[in-house]
């Protein structure tokens, strides 16, 4: 499919959505507070991926509102700690309070063959002290459909469980 812009024609990226959820036992505001700290980041995927950010990257993901909207972190992955993967770049776009009580992070990221990985979580609360959290990741459809959905179900189920874990 190509779409036409101006007299350039570019090919439209044809996406799609892969979306897990979980029941966590904690607030919706507490699982957003940690959702945007670096060692939260680091715990719910470790140790499949490691994103090897710059000292001066840490340093900063680290920080008092580290992962803000703005905020934007790029390094090599690295699978297992011992393999090295390709540059990984995330962009926090937006994230806060939603109308219905609940929380939000979206990101837009890029890593190596998959040009799209648009990151949601959200935090919905389903108690005083229970929530729903929910990964949607949008992804290109394509070449590499079938393998990246493959990862990406069993991966994102396993930073359920590392949410889980960290949470009870």
Known sequence: MIVGVGAAKIP????QFVSVSSEL????????ALAQKLETFEFVV???LRLALSDEQRAEALGENAFRVGAEYSG??????????W????RIISGGPLEDGGFEIYTNETSGPV?????RLTFKPTGEASCRYTDQIE???GVLDLATR???NGFFRYRQRRWRKLVA
């Open 12 to 15: 439209a990226v044809r996406t």
């Open 76 to 85: 090599r992955l690295w699978y297992f700690k011992i393999i090295p993967a």
């Open 139 to 141: 992804i290109p459809a």
């Open 87 to 90: 540059k990984h770049k995330l």
């Open 150 to 152: 493959i990862f990406v």
């Open 25 to 32: 036992p904690v607030s919706a505001d507490r699982a957003y």
């Open 115 to 119: 040009r799209v990985w648009n990151h």
């Open 46 to 48: 470790s140790p499949v």
